[in-house]
């Protein structure tokens, strides 16, 4: 006989838990500004996940890049991720980044996660909560993708398989455009 008290059912009550308040801190906060297709990408400096240092959006002026925000404790997020570490495979990456940011409270479970589940491409670490808010994050997955310039070209919230196409299409596009300097 099975208690409702075991290990896993413990994790799973705290992964509902977590999301439950995230979910609600996200709709409760006030949103300065939500990013829409055509405007410039909040920069963002935040730390690595195994690593001293930090990544910074401005740092890849010059890129196409991919943001994507997830969690270990989100069901699309655990379909994406390996479905963008195979993208990122595929590209060459002179003109394409992606950065994934983790919101797990506790960085624990982002690891066990991604030992499980590895990307090639880096993770930061933004459970703070300022960056999704200047995102005007309000579910997870939520990926921008991101142009040369800084400016969101497509925007994202869940994960459908079937938009790996157009996203696949799109930053061949834009890696072939130049960089305007602004």
């Known amino acids: 006989m099975t208690s409702a008290h ?5 994790a799973d009550a705290r992964a509902r838990g977590i999301s439950a308040v995230l979910a609600l801190t996200l709709l409760a ?5 939500a990013i829409d297709i ?6 963002f400096d935040l730390p690595r996940l195994g690593s001293d240092t930090h990544l910074h959006l401005a740092d890849l002026r010059g890129k196409v890049v991919l943001i994507d925000f997830w969690a ?21 990456r002179t003109d394409f980044e992606i950065v994934a940011v983790n919101l797990d409270e506790d960085v624990a479970d982002a690891k066990k996660f991604l ?10 670490l933004g459970s703070a909560g300022a960056v999704p808010k200047l995102f005007g994050l309000i579910g997870m997955p939520t990926s921008y993708l991101v142009d040369r310039n800084g400016v969101v070209r497509l925007s994202y919230q869940g994960f459908k398989p079937q ?3 157009t996203l696949r299409t799109t930053i061949g596009k834009l890696a072939k455009e130049t960089s305007h300097a602004q």
Do not use: M
């Open 115 to 124: 030992g499980a589940h590895p990307v090639r491409y880096p993770i930061a």
């Open 163 to 165: 938009d790996l196409d």
């Open 6 to 10: 075991t290990p896993r059912a413990s």
């Open 38 to 43: 055509g405007a410039h990408a909040p920069d």
């Open 29 to 33: 906060t006030p949103i300065a500004h």
């Open 72 to 92: 270990s404790w989100c069901g699309p997020c655990r379909e994406a991720l390996p479905q963008y570490d195979k993208l990122y495979g595929e590209l060459a």
